[in-house]
């Protein structure tokens, strides 16, 4: 099992930015992608980011240019730096962690609110 601690959402304002910290703990030798993806109560849960334990990078088509995954894979932690932020970023931010081999299980954190608005 994997537990997914996610903090770092909040309010800001438009053009301003916020990093997301989702940290790992449990069976975390089995994970391969950690992400993020986000979801409002108009849109399906969509990717916003992901990163493979080995560096490899994956981007929604509404983060590119604008955020950036990290991740530390001594603190079993991941990253999303996000700046320009508009509006229509705002949505419940959950993590998520993928287990590698034939049989994955995907984990999800609880979810943190963020909010872009004047």
């Known amino acids: 099992q994997v537990q997914l601690v996610e903090s770092g959402g909040g309010l800001v304002q438009p053009g301003g930015s916020l990093r997301l910290s989702c940290a790992a703990s449990?069976?975390?030798?089995?994970?391969?992608?950690m992400g993020w993806y986000r979801q409002t109560p108009e849109k399906l849960r969509e990717l916003v980011a992901a990163a493979t334990s080995g560096g490899s990078t994956n981007y929604g088509d509404s983060a590119k240019g604008r955020f950036t995954i990290s991740r530390d894979n001594a603190k079993n932690t991941v990253y999303l730096q996000m700046n320009s932020l508009k509006p229509e970023d705002t949505a419940v931010y959950y993590c998520?962690?993928?287990?590698?081999?034939?049989?994955?299980?995907?984990?999800w954190g609880q979810g943190t609110q963020v909010t872009v608005s004047s």
């Open positions: 449990g069976s975390v030798a089995s994970i391969y992608v």
């Open positions: 998520n962690a993928l287990e590698g081999g034939p049989h994955p299980a995907d984990y």
